[in-house]
């Protein structure tokens, strides 16, 4: 299935990129981070620090959270706030 | 009539009058609470400006969570809320928060309210730019612990 996956702030900046479309047999968003992973190696370091948080459908939510078709997936740093 | 909660994320600036304005329109509500945020220098860096990111629709979604949550624990008129994004001066207004409410107490408490809130839980990313380079701010501890007192309370 298609994902869409969006990155913000400092993380946006490391990937090089703002967004992914991805065609993905992950059931939840850990198996998702694991693919993008294997498919940029690069990544591996900004994707695994510990401290970033996940959004599905624009909702924070844990990395057990499970995807459907059509979903927005977020990863981004925490908030410093405005 | 059901008072309105308005959410403005936007790069032009505002004018607090006319947001005012807006807040006071109504003779139901005796009080009217306006709290206006602008970039600030640093202490320890020659600070020239910074640049705001947000993520289009749940930074939306979210204020518009928190003004709920505030329309849950006080009797609320209007609320204004208006953040700016992109690149910005020092001394620029950054954040609008504006409610009114028929007495006093409920429209500071819901201003406080809002602003702590949405210094940690709305999705905003700042990039302090000095003269010699540029930085993503990390979040505070003491933003969290201004939340924490919210929570403590109820």
Known sequence: MMIRVLFFASLKEQLGTPNVEMETTANRVDELLQQLIEQNPRWKPHLQQGTLLCAVNQQLCDTEHPLAVGDEVAFFPPVPGG | ?154
Do not use: C
Not at chain 2, 27 to 39: D, I, K, M, Q, R
Not at chain 2, 43 to 61: I, N, R
């Open chain 2, 1 to 154: 009539m059901a008072a309105t909660t308005t959410i403005r994320i936007q790069e032009q600036d505002f004018s607090v009058a006319d947001n005012y304005e807006q807040l006071r329109r109504s003779a139901a509500y005796g009080a009217v609470v306006t709290f206006t945020g602008l970039v600030r220098e640093l202490v320890d860096a020659q600070l020239s400006g910074m640049f705001l990111e947000h993520y289009p629709g749940m930074t939306e979604k979210a204020l518009q969570g928190i003004s709920n949550e505030a329309r849950q624990r006080w009797q609320l008129g209007p609320i204004q809320i208006i953040h700016r994004i992109g690149h910005l001066q020092l001394n620029d207004q950054i954040v609008f928060v504006g409610v009114a409410a028929k007495h006093r107490a409920d429209a500071f408490a819901a201003s406080m309210f809002l602003m702590d809130f949405l210094k940690t839980r709305a999705p905003f990313w700042k990039k302090e730019v000095t003269k010699e380079a540029s930085y993503w701010v990390e979040a505070k501890e003491s933003d969290q612990h201004a939340v924490q007192r919210w929570n403590d309370q109820k």
